[in-house]
């Protein structure tokens, strides 16, 4: 068995966009498992945006990584050493040892996929957190009826392609917004959207118009920005908008230029009654992920959601690829797969 550990530790913080030397590849000793604990051997590790905050040394709703710590994320791993009565050698996590080969737990956060998951790297996606994030966010804050109008952006994106899915499920029309004809032309035909706008496009705000000619019920926020801008008018009386994230102003360093359009939104909310919320999914919704997964393990089973993963090999390849991902050159969940199961 290998006996030293590699790491992905926070070198510096970053100034906008995240660059190379933001992160440093160590080398450590493997960490051994003591009394009541299970020694973790990642598989796979989870690429998500809200990492892009944990670098920043500000308030949220989680402390930032500190500098020469491991960069924060989850994993699948298996059981290499156990010391725990719940866990056996080779069983199957879901973790949260970050980016890195090795972490030990004493089960606290686990989730035991046991010996013979089908798809465990799913765990990160589908039937995880950005799976989880999308039901809860579209069903709950979101609360789509049969033929309202929904959009989503990033829309091929693991939670976007979710959203776009389940929508579709309850009957409703289903508009995406996408960067680059590609991810459109997935959308629509793979996805089953009704359509599937390039943000990318010059006329993107007359195309989104054009479609939603009715406007729209229910925006699932994933990107803010000029996104939200054409949105925004498209909005009818009584709109629901779950806020589940803005990867477009991640990398920012200030206000984005122009006038200050604050006060429009909140005319926006008052004089159409809309519902704009944020939420944070283990902190609000932790208690409800068995509906959740019974739910999406049915949909998945009966062939009735579609999942795209993008699986990157190489722990040396987490910067590059997570730079990537703020930047919208993932197509899918992306995965990195740091070692063979045992």
Not at 258 to 285: A, H
Request: with cysteine.
């Amino acid at each position: 068995m290998n006996s030293q550990n590699r790491r992905i530790v926070l070198a510096s913080r970053p100034q906008g966009e995240p660059v190379a030397s933001n992160f440093k590849l160590e080398t450590v000793s493997k960490p051994l498992a003591g009394a009541g604990e299970v020694l973790l051997r990642a598989v796979y590790l989870s690429l998500d945006p809200y990492m892009r905050g944990r670098m920043n040394d500000a308030k949220s709703y989680a402390e930032p990584v500190a500098i020469n710590d491991v960069m924060v994320g989850a994993c699948v791993a298996q059981v290499e050493v156990s010391n725990h009565a719940d866990y056996q050698v080779g069983d199957w996590v879901l973790a949260y040892g970050g980016w890195q080969d090795y972490s030990v737990s004493n089960g606290e956060g686990l989730m035991n996929l046991g010996q013979n998951p089908s798809n465990p790297s799913y765990a990160l996606g589908i039937m995880g957190m950005p799976g989880f994030t999308a039901y809860m966010g579209l069903l709950d804050i979101g609360a789509p009826k049969a033929g309202e109008t929904v959009v989503v952006a990033a829309a091929t994106g693991p939670v976007g392609a979710t959203v776009g899915q389940i929508a579709k499920l309850k009957g409703c029309k289903v508009v995406g917004i996408a960067g680059g004809t590609d991810k459109c032309d997935f959308a629509v035909n793979t996805l089953g959207f009704d359509a599937c706008i390039d943000h990318k496009a010059a006329d993107f705000e007359q195309q989104l118009a054009a479609v939603c000619d009715n406007g729209i019920d229910v925006y699932f926020e994933n990107v803010g920005g000029k996104v939200f801008d054409a949105v925004m008018p498209l909005l009818n009386t009584g709109t629901r908008v779950p806020v589940c994230g803005l990867i477009s102003q991640y990398n920012a360093t200030s206000l984005p230029a122009g006038p200050d359009r604050l006060s429009l939104l909140m005319g926006t909310l008052l004089v159409k009654r809309i519902k704009m919320q944020g939420f944070i999914i283990f902190d609000d919704y932790g208690h409800r992920y068995p509906e959740f997964a019974q739910d999406m393990g049915q949909w998945l089973n009966d062939g009735k959601i579609q999942y795209r993963e993008q699986v990157v090999d190489g722990l040396d390849k987490m910067p590059s690829a997570f730079i990537g991902l703020l930047k919208g050159e993932n197509f899918g969940k992306l995965v990195i797969k740091v070692n063979d199961p045992l």
